[in-house]
């Protein structure tokens, strides 16, 4: 989850001015979020020929329909939950693509260079464990591990039961435990507490 240096507007406020069709408040929130939606639109579909046309739908979304959105809600929220259904739908328009290992799709999001992600013998094994997995329960993991959302928040993004996210998480978990025993500790109670 992002959260606004001091005297930075926060996303509510962003959605607040592009209510007022304000562009430059659009264009801060459409920076602020390209990574976060690249990474986690790239581990949903596997399709990095779709990505710029589903973060650019996702954003016309939130710029066409900013007047919906409830201020007592997460931004963040809201704008996965769109993601998240234009990945479905491109997917179920394209069921084959052409799937990019993700140290080669890491290079093209801006900024993630420099952010220490690539350790590449851990990250050749996540993308092998995600290419293993479905595509719901890729985005609970991406959601929960690498976007740091909770349960509650990723059943509101997925428009489903928060026992549904659960298990999801509970069947991708089992099946990365059985395909690479080594990685995944017997039991945890903190749900965020791997690298996955």
Request: charged residues 30%.
């Amino acid at each position: 989850m992002f959260k606004p240096h001091i005297g930075e507007p926060s996303d509510n406020d962003l959605i607040r001015q592009i209510c007022e069709s304000d562009t430059e408040a659009f264009e801060v929130l459409y920076k602020r979020y390209y990574p976060k939606l690249f990474r986690f639109v790239f581990r949903v579909t596997r399709q990095l020929d779709q990505i710029e046309e589903i973060i650019n739908d996702t954003m016309y979304v939130v710029w066409r329909r900013a007047s919906s959105f409830q201020p007592d809600a997460r931004a963040s929220t809201w704008i996965f939950g769109i993601a998240y259904k234009k990945s479905l739908k491109s997917m179920s328009e394209r069921p084959t693509g052409e799937h990019l290992e993700l140290e080669e799709a890491e290079a093209l999001i801006p900024g993630v260079q420099d952010s220490g992600l690539q350790n590449l013998e851990l990250e050749d094994w996540i993308s092998v464990a995600f290419s293993k997995l479905p595509a719901d329960q890729r985005a609970v993991l991406e959601l929960t591990y690498h976007q740091g959302l909770h349960y509650q928040e990723i059943a509101q993004i997925m428009d489903c039961p928060e026992n549904t996210v659960k298990t999801r998480m509970f069947n991708a978990r089992k099946k990365i435990k059985a395909l690479f025993p080594e990685f995944l500790p017997e039991s945890s109670s903190d749900h965020r507490g791997y690298l996955i």
